[in-house]
T-cell receptor
Framework: ETGVTQSPTHLIKTRGQQVTLRCSSQSGHNTVSWYQQALGQGPQFIFQYYREEENGRGNFPPRFSGLQFPNYSSELNVNALELDDSALYLC??????????????FGPGTRLLVL | KQEVTQIPAALSVPEGENLVLNCSFTDSAIYNLQWFRQDPGKGLTSLLLIQSSQREQTSGRLNASLDKSSGRSTLYIAASQPGDSATYLCAVSRYGGSQGNLIFGKGTKLSVKP
């Protein structure tokens, strides 16, 4: 167990709807990243938050947005869902320190199905 | 644009065999390389992290090597066990990029038969 939790575990939505996915970081971690993993593919970086500010973004449209809260929990919001948004959504938390980049700890993921 | 490739896509071996998984990347300007394990429908578990200045890392029966100049890494698993069955993912971190910017390969699906 990594100490990173995600909710819900599974979700079914229809095209055009909006969805919010949640992540609770490991205690003491100030950075959270979100990834999308389509079936049979490796995870793709969506964005990262560091101390409540977006700190890097992958090649995803603006309808993918996020928030990080003072307690370092995080949300991923996706508007106007498309069929291709069906995937496993993973969040990962880490603690950025003076030593530099640390190992990221991944949550179990949320499986989203868009019909 | 950095691309990560993993070969083979799938591998089936009998229990007890030693095996090697391969990972290659197109841009040698990386900060670190990580190997992850993913069980079906689950999240990722970090196995080994190699900084760009290092050549290898070991943990138990696992050994990962890194040859940055040639853009290659290998994950060696000794004395494989059925519990090692999973998908193994390789990921590189962009040099100077944000920490979260891991670029993954598609993975190698390993099946170890009793």
């Amino acid at each position: 167990e990594t100490g990173v939790t995600q909710s819900p575990t599974h979700l079914i939505k229809t095209r055009g709807q909006q969805v919010t996915l949640r992540c609770s970081s490991q205690s003491g971690h100030n950075t959270v990243s979100w990834y999308q993993q389509a079936l049979g593919q490796g995870p793709q970086f969506i964005f990262q938050y560091y101390r409540e500010e977006e700190n890097g973004r992958g090649n995803f449209p603006p309808r993918f947005s996020g928030l990080q809260f003072p307690n370092y929990s995080s949300e991923l919001n996706v508007n106007a869902l498309e069929l291709d948004d069906s995937a496993l959504y993973l969040c990962a938390s880490s603690q950025v320190s003076l030593r530099g980049r640390e190992t990221q700890y991944f949550g179990p993921g949320t499986r989203l199905l868009v019909l | 644009k950095q691309e990560v490739t993993q070969i083979p896509a799938a591998l089936s071996v009998p229990e007890g065999e030693n095996l090697v998984l391969n990972c290659s990347f197109t841009d040698s300007a990386i900060y670190n390389l990580q190997w992850f394990r993913q069980d079906p429908g689950k999240g990722l578990t970090s196995l080994l992290l190699i900084q760009s200045s290092q050549r290898e890392q070991t943990s138990g029966r696992l050994n990962a090597s890194l040859d940055k100049s040639s853009g290659r890494s290998t994950l060696y698993i000794a004395a494989s066990q059925p519990g090692d069955s999973a998908t193994y993912l390789c990921a590189v971190s962009r040099y100077g990029g944000s920490q979260g910017n891991l670029i993954f390969g598609k993975g190698t699906k390993l099946s170890v038969k009793p």
